[in-house]
């Protein structure tokens, strides 16, 4: 598996705890967020502002919650698979 590396550091690329993909997509929700305040703020004033933050706010800690439990990389899972072990194959040496 190939790991993207930020070039100019030899690090992976990080910016306010958000790696990679994670940081576009808080950059997105910040923009949507000042997008709804200003279009709530159009039609229902102080508090429509405040609205439109708020849930800018939620969209980006989304993004952190998000990363936190995804990973940057994906992980194969493999759900409704059981698997069961032999008691004497602990006990064998190999």
Do not use: E, H, W
């Not at 997509?25 to 039609?43: K, N, R, Y």
């Not at 439109?52 to 980006?60: K, N, R, W």
């Amino acid at each position: 598996m190939q790991y993207k590396i930020y070039r100019g550091l030899k690090k992976p690329l990080l910016l306010f705890g958000l790696k990679d993909r994670f940081i576009y997509q808080a950059l997105g929700a910040g923009a949507i967020g000042l997008l709804l305040a200003v279009l709530l703020s159009t039609l229902f004033g102080i508090l429509g502002m405040l609205l439109g933050l708020a849930l800018g706010a939620g969209l980006i800690a989304l993004v952190y919650k998000r990363q936190d439990s995804q990973g940057l990389y994906p992980k194969t899972r493999s759900n409704g698979t059981l698997y069961v072990f032999s008691p004497t194959l602990s006990k064998r040496k190999l």
